[in-house]
């Protein structure tokens, strides 16, 4: 054992030179290098470790730096040394990296600048990110990935929230210095500009493009701003159907909680703090403070020196100027006076395109007053071609006579024939009635023969009805045969009049065969009262029968119903359909 030992210390100094090289293969290693490996049929074998990532620190446990390993677990397998922070892959095949200073040799099939991992990519300046580009894809359930965030520019998009895979704001777009730098759940808001949507955090679709447009803007949606500091100071509610609209440099510059507004033009409604206001045109509205106004302009004029001037909840358009009409110049055009002229004047043109107020009794106009020749009391003259003489009507103030004086209670009288193209008398009109006339020559609507009523019911005719007690019993009509206005009501054995008029009641039953002497009288009953009855006492052999028959006047909702009386309970009404019956016909 001893001698094992001596001879490997022997071993090891032999291996070492005189300047503390060491040498594998070789007995005069290279000067250069703490050790020199000799050999030409064998290679140097790296330790081959299975890592599970590139910050992977367990698998080699406190790795030091410059640690050289050949990882065999995580893609791409390799050469890789620990920088102190990763594990680094040593770079593989011939001159892989892109030159500063520009490569050839590329294709655009295979070659690209970017990650061939799951990992976004930070463009900086001076250790300061000024782009950033993430997962173009996203998942609309979870919000995993990037979720389609763009920005380009120093601080812009750096809300830790917005650029890892747990970040719930999607497809936001960021162009410039400072843009959306606190966005949280902000989506879809697009910011070109410094200072563009500087303060959004979880504002939906805004639009800002211009150094500082929405600057102020935390919360709210929909808002569109074109220009510099174009509604910089606005900071409105997240409310749906708010949105304001701004363009040009300035527009809306001092709203901040005012909704509906659209500005367009250089500084054009710049200190309104109001909603529903319109301004078009340069410093148009520049000083409205209010709401619901409409200016359009080239000035900051107010509401009275304004091109044109509105008030959209009073609905007034006011033109602050001349008013034409097609152009003047040329027929047909022509203007309207800017002055509202005197009481009593009357508007005149020149005929070629101006208007003017004048006062009618300065006017020349010839006109030859006619002569009057009626001189009957309430009759209305007429002219004749000359003069005003008489004429066929007479009016007294209450009633018109044509032809007639009119007579007291007739509006409109007229001796002779008459003729119209159009006739309308409403009252007692209904759809289908008929217009009749009395002895008197009075006119009136009146249900035509078609729409009367025609009702038959009888006895189903299976089923004998049973006379349980003395005295009145109701008939029970449960077959309807025909029923022109659906008036018979099986439930009640009712006819229940849905129009007034005079209705001819006919029904009749029988008795099955009987040995009594009893009375069996039919009567019929209008609104529960007996109207009309017919009786008589039966032979006492064969079957009984009795018919009724009467004429009724009904108003709407009265009833009709068919009774049967007699003196000994147990007699059976024939349920024959052609014996047992209840007929109804309206006449007039």
């Known amino acids: 054992m001893k001698l094992k030992i001596y001879i490997t210390i022997l071993l090891l100094l032999a291996i070492n030179a005189s300047y503390a090289q060491v040498g594998i293969g070789t007995t005069s290693p290279n000067a250069s290098s703490m050790l020199d490996i000799t050999s030409t049929n064998s290679g140097l074998l790296i330790p081959r470790v299975s890592l599970v990532s590139t910050s992977d620190v367990t698998t080699i446990a406190s790795p030091i730096t410059s640690l050289l390993v050949y990882n065999s677990g995580f893609a791409p397998n390799g050469y890789y040394y620990w920088n102190g922070s990763l594990w680094v892959q040593l770079a593989v095949g011939s001159n892989a990296d892109w030159s500063l200073t520009g490569n050839t040799g590329t294709s655009s099939a295979t070659n690209f600048l970017g990650t061939t991992d799951n990992v976004d990519i930070v463009f900086k300046r001076f250790n300061i990110r000024a782009g950033y580009i993430g997962d173009p894809t996203y998942n609309l359930s979870t919000f995993d990935s990037n979720n389609g965030n763009t920005s380009f520019g120093g601080n812009s998009l750096v809300n830790p929230t917005v650029?890892?895979?747990?970040?719930?704001?999607?497809?936001?777009?960021?162009?410039?210095?400072?843009?959306?730098?606190?966005?949280?759940?902000?989506?879809?808001?697009?910011?070109?500009?410094?200072?563009?949507?500087?303060?959004?955090?979880?504002?939906?679709?805004?639009?800002?493009?211009?150094?500082?447009?929405?600057?102020?803007?935390?919360?709210?949606?929909?808002?569109?701003?074109?220009?510099?500091?174009?509604?910089?100071?606005?900071?409105?509610?997240?409310?749906?159907?708010?949105?304001?609209?701004?363009?040009?440099?300035?527009?809306?510059?001092?709203?901040?909680?005012?909704?509906?507004?659209?500005?367009?033009?250089?500084?054009?409604?710049?200190?309104?703090?109001?909603?529903?206001?319109?301004?078009?045109?340069?410093?148009?509205?520049?000083?409205?403070?209010?709401?619901?106004?409409?200016?359009?302009?080239?000035?900051?004029?107010?509401?009275?020196?304004?091109?044109?001037?509105?008030?959209?909840d009073n609905n007034i358009v006011r033109v602050n100027g001349t008013l034409q009409i097609s152009n003047p110049a040329s027929a047909p055009g022509y203007s309207l006076p800017i002055v509202r002229g005197t009481s009593g004047y009357v508007l005149q043109t020149n005929g070629a395109g101006a208007t003017s107020w004048a006062d009618p009794t300065t006017l020349s106009i010839t006109e030859t007053d006619p002569q009057v020749s009626s001189v009957t009391t309430n009759v209305v003259p007429k002219w004749n071609g000359t003069t005003l003489v008489d004429g066929v009507m007479t009016d007294d103030g209450t009633n018109v006579g044509v032809g007639v004086t009119p007579?007291?209670?007739?509006?409109?009288?007229?001796?002779?024939?008459?003729?119209?193209?159009?006739?309308?008398?409403?009252?007692?009109?209904?759809?289908?009635?008929?217009?009749?006339?009395?002895?008197?020559?009075?006119?009136?609507?009146?249900?035509?023969?078609?729409?009367?009523?025609?009702?038959?019911?009888?006895?189903?005719?299976?089923?004998?009805?049973?006379?349980?007690?003395?005295?009145?019993?109701?008939?029970?009509?449960?077959?309807?045969?025909?029923?022109?206005?659906?008036?018979?009501?099986?439930?009640?054995?009712?006819?229940?009049?849905?129009?007034?008029?005079?209705?001819?009641?006919?029904?009749?039953?029988?008795?099955?065969?009987?040995?009594?002497?009893?009375?069996?009288?039919?009567?019929?009953?209008?609104?529960?009262?007996?109207?009309?009855?017919?009786?008589?006492?039966?032979?006492?052999?064969?079957?009984?029968?009795?018919?009724?028959?009467?004429?009724?006047?009904?108003?709407?909702?009265?009833?009709?119903?068919?009774?049967?009386?007699?003196?000994?309970?147990?007699?059976?009404?024939?349920?024959?359909?052609?014996?047992?019956?209840?007929?109804?016909?309206?006449?007039?």
């Open 407 to 588: 007579s007291t209670g007739n509006k409109l009288e007229v001796n002779g024939k008459t003729k119209t193209t159009n006739f309308q008398m409403t009252t007692g009109a209904a759809t289908n009635y008929i217009l009749q006339s009395d002895a008197a020559g009075n006119a009136s609507w009146a249900i035509p023969n078609n729409t009367l009523s025609v009702v038959r019911t009888t006895m189903s005719g299976a089923i004998d009805q049973a006379l349980t007690t003395g005295g009145w019993q109701k008939v029970t009509f449960n077959n309807v045969v025909f029923d022109t206005n659906a008036e018979f009501n099986t439930g009640t054995n009712r006819f229940v009049a849905a129009k007034a008029g005079y209705y001819e009641v006919n029904a009749g039953f029988h008795i099955k065969t009987n040995t009594s002497t009893n009375l069996f009288s039919i009567g019929v009953r209008v609104n529960n009262g007996l109207y009309q009855e017919t009786g008589g006492n039966h032979t006492g052999s064969g079957i009984a029968s009795r018919n009724i028959n009467c004429i009724v006047n009904l108003a709407v909702g009265d009833y009709v119903e068919i009774f049967v009386e007699n003196t000994l309970s147990g007699a059976l009404i024939d349920g024959y359909s052609g014996k047992t019956f209840f007929e109804v016909k309206q006449i007039k």
């Open 163 to 312: 650029n890892v895979g747990s970040q719930t704001g999607v497809r936001n777009t960021a162009f410039g210095v400072n843009v959306m730098p606190g966005l949280t759940t902000g989506q879809r808001n697009s910011g070109v500009g410094d200072f563009a949507l500087f303060s959004t955090t979880t504002g939906n679709e805004n639009t800002a493009v211009g150094v500082g447009a929405l600057f102020s803007n935390t919360i709210s949606s929909g808002q569109t701003a074109f220009g510099r500091n174009a509604l910089t100071s606005f900071n409105g509610p997240n409310t749906a159907n708010i949105g304001n609209t701004a363009v040009g440099f300035s527009a809306l510059r001092n709203t901040v909680s005012g909704i509906s507004n659209t500005a367009i033009g250089y500084e054009a409604l710049r200190n309104t703090t109001g909603s529903g206001n319109v301004g078009v045109g340069f410093q148009a509205g520049r000083l409205e403070t209010g709401s619901n106004k409409l200016y359009i302009e080239n000035t900051n004029a107010d509401a009275n020196n304004a091109l044109i001037y509105g008030e959209f």
